[in-house]
């Protein structure tokens, strides 16, 4: 095998986070699919004035998605397989057998990096996003029926048809009860008006209740 042909793809995470997952087979298999996820976003300057990605309003509207804004935390440290066993269910309700996972910074979309397999159990997810906690990142199966999109460690975005969105949340992380706790945790970690900043973007397409 050629390096050319390898699997073995650069992809900026915490390797021994990533235990139980590995890449999807073929580098050219890989850079289509990290070439599908970034279809689905855009690029745009962040506080900090460098450039990051987010879920693309094009996409939300072209296909009547719904978003709910999280906190990273949550998605890390709230008893992470309790939170994603909805998930999990949802999709294999719906004859996925896994996920897809890649790095999705503003400034590595012309670079190959890699997209890993996960395996549909809630606390491989988990890790997944414990793993990719320091860079932009994103979560989707391969139909890209929905996805998580996530900024470094500050916030994640659950996007996706309504009705997929509320069987795959659990209720406490519906609406407008988590939007309230992703605004005091952004306001007080990084300033007065940080949430207020991000919330534009997205307001049109967030999840009510």
Known sequence: MTQEDSDDLPGPCVEECMVGMAHIRGRAAQMAL??????????????????????SNVWLGD??????????WNIRN????EMFEPLVAALKRRGITHLCGTYVSAEGITSPTAVWHIPLEAALISSFFEAHRYGFHMLFPEDRSFAIHAPEDVRAAFAGPE????????????G???LADLKDYMDHDFGEGAFAEMLPHYA???LEG
């Open 34 to 55: 990290r070439d599908k996820a970034y279809e689905m976003l855009e690029v745009h300057t962040t506080p900090s004035g460098l450039p990051g990605t987010r879920l």
């Open 63 to 72: 296909h009547a998605w719904r978003v709910q804004l999280l906190q990273h």
């Open 78 to 81: 709230f008893d992470p397989p």
């Open 163 to 174: 009705a997929f969105l509320r069987e795959a949340l659990l209720p406490e992380f519906q």
């Open 176 to 178: 407008e009860a988590a």
């Open 204 to 206: 049109p397409f967030l």
